[in-house]
Every structure is written in structure tokens, then in C-alpha cells.
């Protein structure tokens, strides 16, 4: 009982969570895709799934890229508001080192 809520509130925390990164990342972020805890990020033309990817590997976390413009956030649903937590950070410091290799 109450499974399918707590997915869907989870879902929501992943999202805004995406939704503020993206607005902190604007050279590497497009947009914030996806319906309930299936997730994507498109990325802007200067970047590749392979390079956000690779960056997310760095910082331990598992990324499946999506086309030639998006990569997967693809938790389980049981994933903790923790391990969301977490796993945004991880995100976060890597499209910060893939911006800041932008700006160079």
C-alpha cells in the first residue's frame, strides 16, 4: 500500500532536483525530460551523452546516454530520497567540470 504514491513523490524530488540543475548548468543542460522516475537530460549541441557519461563515471555514478542528446537517470524505484540526494550531487559536479571546460 501506498507504493505507487511514494514513487510518484520521489519522482517529483528527482525532478525538481534536475529542473535545478539544469537551470545551473545552462552551456551543458537543454532541458529535463521524461514521466515518473525515467528521466532525461538534453544536452545542448557542444556537448555529447559519451562526454556527461564519462564525467558521471568519475564521480561514480552511472549514466546511459540516449541518442545523439540525452542522457538516462534511470533509478530503481526504490530509490531513497538519500541516494536521489546523492546521485544529483554526483551529477552536478560533473556537468560543473564539463562547463567549466566549456568556458575555456
Known amino acids: 500500500p501506498g507504493f505507487l504514491d511514494a514513487v510518484q513523490a520521489k519522482s ?15 552551456r551543458v ?3 529535463v525530460r521524461g514521466a515518473g522516475l525515467l528521466t532525461g537530460l538534453k544536452l545542448k549541441a ?9 564525467a558521471a563515471i568519475g564521480e561514480k555514478l552511472l549514466l546511459v546516454g540516449a541518442g545523439d542528446n540525452t542522457v538516462r537517470v534511470i533509478p ?17 559536479r560533473s556537468l560543473a567540470s564539463i562547463q567549466k571546460q566549456l568556458a575555456l
Not at 557542444?46 to 564519462?54: D, E
Not at 530503481?76 to 552536478?92: F, H, K, N, Q, W
Open 12 to 26: 517529483l524530488r528527482l525532478k525538481q532536483r534536475l529542473a535545478s540543475i539544469k537551470d545551473s548548468f545552462p
Open 29 to 31: 543542460v537543454e532541458d
Open 46 to 54: 557542444s556537448v555529447t551523452p559519451a562526454q556527461v557519461v564519462k
Open 76 to 92: 530503481p524505484l526504490t530509490v531513497s530520497d538519500e541516494e536521489i540526494a546523492d546521485g544529483t550531487e554526483r551529477l552536478a
